[in-house]
């Protein structure tokens, strides 16, 4: 009924996307499918190269730092290295996918919480990358970017963030290797308020550090890295959201991220993170809440310590928080039913809840245990019988050619969680288009079957802003908010 109810609205809706809408469609959501037309607009217009003038049209300019997709004209990493600029294609972002999704359940089996391919273990729950990070090493390992300021005065860098698996904010720092670019390095000694946080205290992890302060040494194969040293400092993410005495790690010579960020925000649930570090002291507040934006022309936001939805008069629905007894820095929701096309698909609750489901924000696609996963494709292929087959791209297995029609429907995917929390997904949050500029085309359902609990990737969080209020113990969606 929800549902009916939901496409009801969303079919008051005609929606023009501003990305795929070069190639002159228009889509909107009925009983339960979505819609894709050609539509009259003259094709021989030319293309309009997306501009970053939604930048400051976001719903957020004060409480709220600007979340861009790499791709975005408003990244500054877009202008930093063109080839940058390049979609990965659909075996890159199956083979990153599988990277993190390994290093993630690599971590659930051996009750280790560092990542397998990291070099260092500094205990405490952190891992240190390096050069050799494979998933650091693909394109677009980070696909979206924040801008934020360290220090006083503000030194501003494009960062990436994570809610899953580093530990420590990590921030690459002066001094640089001789033969590295430091313009991207946050310089340390030009900051007044920094501070080092000192060996054998609580707040430093590393174990073996020698000396007076928080740092340890890193190499690998005998070859020095460079020193990991802990320091705290304030962290501005816009003017009227600062972090005073935040803690993060910086890292110096050799260990820069490979797509010329400067670091990434640990949003993790490590006692280490910024989410704890930061936990608000109002109980008006939720700890963060990010909405990844759907297009790349598209801005989203992420926010620390934001007034909770529903005071602000916005529809939330929240599921509990699980805690996970073998890596305690994830946070674990229960995935309890799946949706399609406004009717729920016979799956019984406990076989898609068992294993807990993770939010992740670097991994493309959902990931769902094979027996779920089938019972949603076979479906799916039987809504879909009347469009002519596509053959597979890699683990995508589900995959059509729209090239030759007017116009097409899908049947729309609803996620549900425990709590009675459901996101409804859009076309292009359950449809991956391996050519973005029109979707009459190749079209295939971006879920892929794995061993293993659910893993719910950024796709399918587009434009929902996600609310993670840590201190009440849940998790929450608001629809359309990016
Ligand atoms: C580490 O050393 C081994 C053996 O000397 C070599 O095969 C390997 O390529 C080295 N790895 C790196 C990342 O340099
Ligand atoms: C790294 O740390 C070691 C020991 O703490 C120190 O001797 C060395 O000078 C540091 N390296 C740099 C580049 O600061
Ligand atoms: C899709 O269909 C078009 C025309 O109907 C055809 O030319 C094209 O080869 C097909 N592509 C694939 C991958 O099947």
Redesign the pocket.
């Known amino acids: 009924m929800a549902s009916a109810v939901h496409s009801l609205l969303v079919c008051l809706v005609l929606l023009v996307s501003p990305y795929l809408g070069c190639s002159y469609h228009t889509s909107y959501t009925q009983g339960g499918r979505h819609y894709v037309l050609r539509s009259n607009r003259d094709p021989r217009q030319p293309k309009q190269t997306p501009t970053c003038s939604s930048a400051h049209s976001g719903p957020s300019s004060s409480q709220a730092a600007p979340v861009v997709h790499r791709l975005s004209p408003c990244s500054p990493l877009g202008a930093a290295r063109n080839q940058q600029l390049e979609k990965p294609s659909v075996a890159d972002v199956l083979h990153r996918d599988a990277l993190r999704l390994r290093s993630m359940f690599q971590e659930h089996n051996h009750g280790s919480p560092s990542p397998a391919p990291a070099p260092t273990s500094a205990g405490g729950g952190l891992s240190i990358p390096s050069r050799g990070d494979p998933i650091q090493e693909l394109p677009g390992a980070f696909e979206y970017h924040v801008i934020a300021g360290f220090g006083t005065p503000v030194q501003q860098f494009t960062v990436g963030f994570d809610t899953t698996t580093t530990g420590a904010t990590q921030l690459q720092c002066k001094?640089c290797g001789a033969d590295e670019p430091c313009h991207h390095a946050f310089d340390p000694s030009a900051s007044s308020s920094i501070a080092q946080v000192p060996c054998g205290s609580p707040d430093c992890p590393f174990k073996g550090?020698?000396?007076p302060?928080c740092?340890l040494?890193v190499s690998t194969n005998n070859t020095l890295l460079?020193?990991a040293t802990f320091f705290t400092d304030t962290l501005t993410l816009t003017p009227w959201n600062t972090v005073d005495n935040f803690r993060f790690v910086c890292l110096?010579?050799g260990f820069g991220p490979g797509d010329s960020s400067t670091g990434i925000l640990d949003l993790s649930r490590n006692s280490h993170s910024l989410a704890s570090r930061a936990a608000p002291s109002s109980p008006d507040a939720v700890a963060f809440s990010y909405c990844l934006p759907s297009y790349p022309s598209d801005v989203g936001f992420l926010s620390l310590g934001a007034t909770k939805p529903e005071l602000l008069g916005r529809k939330v629905s929240y599921t509990p928080l699980r805690s996970n007894h073998r890596n305690g820095n994830l946070y674990v929701v229960e995935l309890v039913g799946l949706g399609l096309g406004g009717v729920d698909l016979p799956i019984p609750r406990a076989t898609i809840a068992l294993g807990g489901t993770i939010l992740e924000l670097h991994t493309t696609f959902t990931y769902l245990k094979p027996q779920v996963y089938a019972v949603l494709r076979d479906h799916f292929r039987k809504s879909m019988s009347k469009y002519p087959v596509a053959p597979p791209l890699g683990s995508l297995d589900t995959c059509y050619n729209f090239t030759a029609l007017n116009s097409f429907s899908v049947p729309a995917v609803t996620l549900k969680f425990d709590g009675g929390a459901e996101v409804d997904l859009w076309m292009d949050q359950m449809m991956y288009f391996p050519e973005p500029a029109s979707p009459f085309s190749i079209g295939c359902l971006a879920f892929v079957a794995q061993d293993g609990g659910a893993v719910i990737g950024s796709m399918a969080q587009m434009s929902t802003e996600v609310v993670y209020d840590v201190r009440g113990g849940k998790v929450g969606f608001v629809p359309y908010r990016c």
């Open positions: 001094p550090c020698s000396g302060s740092t040494s460079g020193n110096e010579a």
